[in-house]
């Protein structure tokens, strides 16, 4: 991937507690090392995210809400059962809203105040 790292990602309180909640449960569940590994997947979805709100692997899910848009989070050809929920905003900042597995309803997981939001000018 090239070109510049000028977005700046950060977590909403639901998506701090669902990382927190998937990492302990990937712990309980299959142990520290696919907890750390499974950890370091999605920080590098995260960082992806640096690159911009469009970027390839993205899918527009204005459906839900307005500039809301969803990816999958995998890393050398590691896939992740998680997708990440965000919408970008002015100031180059994306907010994630939330980290939820790739089976669920994303529509009865967007926060209720997702819908004010207003997507990022281009």
């Known amino acids: 991937m090239?070109?510049?790292r000028d977005w700046q990602p950060r977590l909403t309180a639901d998506a701090k507690r669902?990382?927190?909640?998937?990492?302990r449960w990937t712990n309980r569940k299959f142990g520290r090392?696919?907890?750390?590994?499974?950890?370091?997947?999605?920080l590098s979805g995260l960082e992806r995210l640096k690159f911009g709100p469009e970027i390839a692997g993205t899918r527009d899910r204005?459906?839900?809400?307005?500039?809301?848009r969803t990816i999958s989070v995998a890393r050398?050809?590691?896939s992740a059962s998680h997708i990440l929920l965000y919408r970008a905003?002015?100031?180059m900042i994306i907010d994630?809203?939330?980290?939820?597995?790739?089976?669920?309803?994303?529509a009865r997981?967007?926060?209720?105040?997702?819908?004010?939001?207003?997507?990022?000018?281009?």
């Open 89 to 91: 905003r002015n100031g």
């Open 76 to 78: 050398r050809g590691r």
């Open 33 to 42: 090392v696919q907890a750390a590994t499974y950890q370091e997947i999605i």
């Open 18 to 23: 669902d990382f927190d909640d998937i990492i």
């Open 109 to 122: 997981h967007v926060p209720p105040d997702a819908a004010s939001g207003v997507p990022v000018e281009h």
């Open 96 to 106: 994630v809203l939330r980290i939820l597995h790739k089976n669920m309803d994303v």
């Open 62 to 68: 204005s459906d839900l809400a307005p500039g809301l």
């Open 2 to 4: 090239s070109g510049r």
